[in-house]
C-alpha cells in the first residue's frame, strides 16, 4: 500500500477511536484523557492490532504533547496560588514527597535498578485533579477553602513535578551520577532556568517585535508556539526532556498568552492532536509480553504495590500536610483522596520512560492501572466522605 | 539519538525555516507557500541535508495537505460563480483543456510513458490565483468584470482539476485500462460521488445530531474535520487520492462551515500543519540524481517544453476564451496571465506522483520550476498588461 495511505489510514482510526471513547468518558464524567489510553490499548497490541505503523502516530504525538505541555505551562495560574497559597504549597508537597519515598521504596523492594525506581517515583508524584474538580463543582464545594487548596495544590505539584522530572531525566540521559555527568546536569538545568528567566523578563518586547515585523497572518500563534518547540528541542539536546523545556516556556509566556482568543485557539489544537499521544500511550501497552516473560502473580504483585504507594503516598502525604496547616479531619481526607487522580503528566512521563528503555513493561502497566483505578475510585470516595456533611 | 528527540529536532527545524522564508515571501508579495517549498528544498538533500528523518515531515505533511484541501473545498464559494458564472466556467475550461492538452503532448514527445504524460497533465491543469489576486487588488481591479471573472475561474478551475484528478489517479492506482480494472474504477468515482451527494443534502442533521448529544468541548470543529479524514481515507481505499475524497467533503459541508469562527481555526490550524507538507515537497527535491542519470541539455529541454506548455496552455487557453466569450483584447490578455501562477493544488498532485513513482524527478522539477517563474513573473506581466489602462 502507499505510503499516504498507510499513514492516513492510522491517523484516521487513532481520531476516530479517540473521539468516540473520549465521548463515553465525559458521558461517564471521567476525564477524556482515559478514552484516549482506552482507544490505544483498544487498538493496539493488545486487543485488535489494528495500527499498522506506530511510528506514524508517535510523530504526530510527540507533537501533540509538547504543545500539551507547553500549554499547561501557559495555563497555569500562579494566582490560583494567591488565597491560600501556603496550604496549598503544604500540602502539594507533603503528597510529592510521601509519595515519591514509597514509590522508590516500592520498586527498589522489587529489586528494580535504582535508575528504574527513581524514574517511577517521578511517575508517580504528579497529580491530575480534573475528576476532583468536577465532583467538588458537582458538590457545591469548589470555591471552598478545600476546594481552592486542592486547585492551588494542583498547581503547585505540576511545578514540584516538573523538577523532579528534569532532575530525574537529566540524571537518565548520562546513565548514572560521576562528577563529570553532574557538571552537564548542572550545565542543562541551568541552560533550562536561564532561558526561562530571559523569556519571563524580555517575551513581552521580543514577541511585540517578531508580530509587528511579521507579514503572516496569525502569526503571533505560530510565534509563540515555535519559542515552546523550541526550548522543548534545546532542552532534549542539553539530556533533559523536552517536555521539561516546552512546560517552563509556557510557564514563561503564560503572562503574554492570556488572551482567550489564543487559548481558545491552543485548545482546540491540543484536543485535535493531543489524544494522538495518548492514544500512542495504549498502543505501546503490551501486556503479553509482560505475561510471557513474568508469572502472573509477581506480575500481581508489582500492580498492588505500585497502585498502593500511589494511592497511600496521595491520601496520607496530602492529608497529614492539610491537617498540619489547620484543615479539619474530614476536609483533610478530602483533600488526600482529591489529589489521588493521575492521568496528565505522570502518563507522559510513563511514556517517556518506556520509549527510553528505563521503565519495565509491568510498571508500565502498573501507572496505568493507577490512573484507572484513582480516576474511577476518586468521585465515589468524596461523595462518600463529603456527601453528607 | 531518542526517537522523540529526532522527532522534534526535524520538527522544530522544519517549522523555523518554514516560517522564516515565508516572511521573505509575504514581504516580497509572493504567496508563503513558496517560502515552505524554498525552506524544504534548502534543508533537504538539494542543500543543506538537515533533515534526518524525513518521513518524520511527511506523517504531519500528509494529514497537513489532507486538511488543507479539505478547507479549500470548505472555503470554495460556488457563489463566485454567480455574477459571471458563464465567462468564469468557459475561461476555465480553456485553459484546463489548452494546458492539458499541451502538456501530455510535450510529455508524449518527451518519450514518457503515457501514465506518466497524462500525470504531469493533471499537475500542470490547476491555477492558483493568490499573487493574481494580490496585484489586482494593488491596481484597484479585483472587483472589476476582469477581476471577477478570474476568481471565479478559480474556482471552476479547482472543480476541474479534482475531478481530472480523481479520474487520473484512479487509472494510475490501476496501472492500465482494462475492462475489469474500468469497473473498479467506475465504482471509486461512484462511491465518492454518492457520499459527496449524502453528505450534502444529510450533513446538516448528522452534524447536527453529533453535536447535540457530545459532551465535548469544540466537539463541531473536530467532527466536521474527522469527517473529512474519513472520506479521504474512503476515497484512498478505492483508489482514487485521498485529497480527492478530502476536496469533496469540503465542498459538501461548506454549507455548515460558513462561521466565520470555524474558518479562523482551521486557517490557524493549517497555517501550522501545512508548511509540513510544503517543506516536505522541497525536501523531496533531488536535483543531483537528475544530473547523474540525464544529460544537463536535455533536463533543460525537459524544464523549458513543461514550463512552456504550462505558461502558454493558461495564456492561450483563458486568454482566446476570454475573449470568445466578450471580454476585449486586453482584458483577455490580463485573464490569461492572471490565470498562469500555480503553487497549490498542482504541488500536491505532483508530490503524490512523485512519491507513487509515476512520475520522475525531472519532470517534478520542471513543475517547481514553472511554479515560481510564473509566480515571479505574473504580478510584472499584469502591471505591464493593466498598468496603463
Known amino acids: 500500500m502507499q505510503e499516504e495511505l498507510l499513514i492516513l489510514i492510522d491517523l484516521t482510526l487513532v481520531l476516530l477511536f479517540a473521539k468516540g471513547l473520549e ?78 519515598s514509597f514509590a522508590l521504596a516500592v520498586s527498589y523492594f522489587l529489586g528494580h535498578p535504582w535508575l528504574t525506581s527513581l524514574f517511577i517515583a517521578v511517575i508517580l508524584a504528579p497529580t491530575s485533579v480534573s475528576v476532583t474538580v468536577a465532583t467538588l463543582m458537582d458538590l457545591g464545594l469548589l470555591r471552598s477553602r478545600l476546594g481552592e487548596v486542592i486547585v492551588g495544590a494542583a498547581v503547585a505539584d505540576d511545578v514540584y513535578a516538573m523538577v523532579l522530572f528534569a532532575i530525574v531525566s537529566s540524571i537518565i540521559s548520562y546513565g548514572s551520577i560521576h562528577l563529570e555527568t553532574l557538571s552537564h546536569i548542572v550545565l542543562g538545568l541551568t541552560i533550562i532556568l536561564s532561558a526561562f528567566i530571559l523569556i519571563s523578563r ?54 503574554i498568552a492570556r488572551s482567550r482568543h489564543l487559548r481558545e ?41 505500585i497502585v498502593a504507594a500511589g494511592i497511600l503516598g496521595k491520601v496520607l502525604g496530602c492529608g497529614i500536610a492539610a491537617k498540619l496547616v489547620g484543615l479539619d479531619t474530614r476536609s483533610s481526607m478530602a483533600i488526600g483522596v ?7 503528566v505522570d502518563l507522559v512521563i510513563a511514556v517517556v520512560g518506556l520509549t527510553t528503555g528505563v521503565l519495565t513493561m509491568d510498571l508500565y502497566f502498573s501507572a496505568l492501572v493507577l490512573i484507572y483505578a484513582t480516576s474511577l475510585s476518586t468521585p465515589i470516595l468524596l461523595k462518600v466522605i463529603l456527601g453528607h456533611k
Open 23 to 100: 465521548e463515553l468518558m465525559a458521558h461517564l464524567k471521567q476525564p477524556p484523557i482515559l478514552g484516549d489510553l482506552l482507544a490505544g490499548i483498544l487498538i493496539g497490541p493488545t486487543i485488535l492490532g489494528l495500527i499498522r505503523v506506530t511510528h506514524n502516530v508517535a510523530v504526530i504525538g510527540w507533537l501533540g504533547v509538547v504543545i500539551l505541555i507547553f500549554l499547561a505551562g501557559l495555563e497555569t495560574e500562579i494566582e490560583e496560588l494567591k488565597r491560600y497559597g501556603r496550604e496549598a504549597i503544604i500540602v502539594a508537597l507533603g503528597g510529592v514527597v510521601a509519595t515519591f
Open 202 to 255: 524580555k517575551s513581552n518586547i521580543i514577541v511585540e517585535k517578531l508580530v509587528r515585523h511579521s507579514h503572516l497572518t496569525g502569526s503571533l500563534h505560530i510565534y509563540i508556539l515555535i519559542i515552546g518547540l523550541v526550548l522543548a528541542t534545546l532542552s532534549s539536546y542539553f539530556g533533559l526532556s523536552p517536555l521539561v523545556g516546552a512546560y517552563f516556556a509556557g510557564l514563561a509566556l503564560g503572562g
Open 265 to 305: 485557539f491552543y485548545g482546540f489544537l491540543v484536543s485535535l492532536i493531543s489524544p494522538f499521544f495518548f492514544v500512542y500511550a495504549g498502543i505501546l501497552l503490551d501486556p503479553w509480553s509482560i505475561i510471557s516473560s513474568l508469572e502472573l502473580s509477581s506480575v500481581f504483585t508489582v500492580v498492588v504495590l
Open 338 to 344: 482529591g489529589m489521588m487522580p493521575r492521568a496528565g
